[in-house]
């Protein structure tokens, strides 16, 4: 059985890992690269393997540097299935249509405007493509085994993160080979905590915050401070959001801040229609979340939904006090980016980060202090206050991880560390090493590695070795239509 790390490896983006073995080829992810510039290219490069004899595609989630790459994968050729939770199928329709109208949007504006060097800049796939690779969506039920062939099965165990999020778990060629996607926090207050691992003969880990614990401040408390300080400016509050999980994470703490009165009733505008969309979607998924039914309605009537181009716009000529959230969470491209122009260069206004900021992105720059940050070709002054709310974020840091793997009775024979910035993976992996002492190791970016499976992998049943599992690591019942969450 071979494994080869065709992303997420050296770096936080761009999660794609082939799995060889038991006559499959099966890729864990198809995720975007994200970030500095050298990454992005890697996303018009060839990918290095026939994809016509690819036999399945498995999605931990909707993130786009977990699924975004998918269009391109069908537009090379791909036509196998896309397995995936029901909650990533519903999020990737809104997604993935959106990653590609922007990045057509992107290039008409490019061309407009002069700003690439090539003549036609064209997009790296259309909605035409992400229509095609939505066909190919594949949902599956979370807990239940899915067999692939005679000798190679799947199961998608709950990881937190964002809804539909998931930990693959395969057995091939008699082993199991487990990837935990990106694993949430065990106290989210709105998804609930990844479902453990009970065994694991080869393990992929991530390690976003390998290097660092989250700051224990209460995150409402922190927003609160943040809203108070900049209203009493006259100011107004950018919040370059994700808008998958992180802006209802946002939403939810706003509405509750409204509703106790820590929060000025000044106006609050989603300027996302991504987040807009999928924010509904959480009245559809209770038994994922910890909401009740009036939670996940207050979050969507925390702010105003702002869909059209020109209601964006509107925005622009409003003065503060106000808070806009808007798309991406890291300030490399949608609507964000025009507010971010026209608001960072007043001393009044705050630009509040909520999430993790990869290198080489202007969230990172702004994170770092950056006087001025680059836009549309153009310098743009930073005056604003610039705040980091480590608090609010949706991915396990080291303690949390650690805990997650402390469910494992038995060392894997091998552990992966990936999807993290060189600097985390190191640290994830002596974590790892120091408190477990299993055989740990960071991949190289393109590492191809043997994965020996079992003498007589003939005689295991690969469903029933992903099915073997205690049965208290099942995912928790939906609320019974009450109005309170499920405990």
């Not at 890697?42 to 790459?69: E, Q």
């Not at 000798?151 to 999020?165: E, S, T």
């Not at 926090?185 to 691992?197: F, G, K, Y």
Request: aromatic letters at 6%; a neutral charge.
């Amino acid at each position: 059985m071979k494994l080869t790390f065709l992303g997420a490896a050296e770096t936080v983006t761009g999660s794609r890992y082939l799995l060889e073995g038991a006559g499959l080829r099966v890729l864990i992810d198809c995720g975007l690269f994200q970030g500095t510039k050298n990454l992005r290219l890697r996303n018009w490069n060839p990918l290095p393997i026939d994809v016509g004899k690819l036999d399945a595609v498995i999605l931990t989630h909707a993130h786009l540097d977990h699924s975004g790459y998918l269009p391109e994968l069908v537009r090379m050729g791909y036509r196998g299935p896309v397995y995936c939770t029901r909650g990533t199928r519903d999020l990737c329709q809104i997604m993935l249509r959106d990653s590609a109208r922007l990045q057509e949007e992107e290039a008409a504006y490019a061309n407009r405007h002069g700003l690439s060097k090539h003549l036609p800049a064209l997009p790296l796939y259309t909605l035409e493509d992400a229509e095609n690779a939505l066909e190919l969506l594949n949902p599956r039920d979370f807990d239940v085994p899915k067999k692939l062939n005679d000798h190679g099965c799947f199961r998608l165990l709950p990881a937190g993160h964002i809804l539909g999020a998931a930990s693959v778990v395969l057995c091939v060629e008699g082993k199991v080979i487990a990837f935990s996607g990106d694993l949430g926090r065990p106290e989210d207050p709105i998804m609930r905590a990844p479902m453990p691992l009970a065994h694991a003969d080869y393990l992929v880990v991530e390690s976003t915050y390998g290097d660092r614990l989250h700051d224990k401040a209460d995150p409402a408390t922190e927003l609160a401070e943040v809203f108070a300080n900049t209203f009493r400016r006259g100011g107004i509050v950018v919040i370059p959001c994700f808008a998958v999980g992180r802006a209802q994470s946002i939403l939810h703490y706003i509405a509750q801040l409204k509703a106790t009165g820590r929060m000025a009733n000044v106006p609050v505008f989603l300027d996302s229609p991504m987040a807009t969309s999928v924010t509904q979607l959480y009245q559809h998924h209770v038994g994922e979340h910890r909401l009740s039914t009036a939670q996940a309605n207050a979050i969507s009537h925390a702010a105003q939904m702002v869909r059209t181009v020109d209601e964006s716009k509107a925005i622009l000529g409003r003065h503060g006090p106000m808070v806009i959230i808007a798309g991406s969470g890291m300030a490399t491209g949608g609507r964000v980016v025009h507010h971010l122009k026209a608001f960072a260069p007043d001393h009044r206004n705050t630009i509040a980060l909520v999430g993790y900021q990869a290198a080489g992105t202007r969230g990172a720059a702004l994170a770092a202090g950056a006087p001025t940050i680059k836009i549309h070709g153009d310098y743009v002054r930073v005056r604003a206050s610039v705040v980091s709310l480590s608090s609010l974020s949706a991915h396990a840091d080291y303690g949390e991880v650690l805990s997650w793997l402390r469910s494992i009775p038995d060392p894997p024979q091998r552990t992966f560390v990936t999807h993290g910035e060189p600097a985390a993976a190191d640290a994830m992996r002596r974590h790892i090493e120091e408190t477990y002492h299993w055989r740990c190791e960071v991949p190289l970016y393109a590492q191809t590695v043997d994965l020996p499976g079992a003498v007589d992998d003939a005689a295991i049943d690969p469903c029933a070795a992903v099915a073997d599992w205690p049965t208290d690591h099942r995912l928790p019942a939906a609320p019974n239509g009450s109005d309170r969450p499920a405990p």
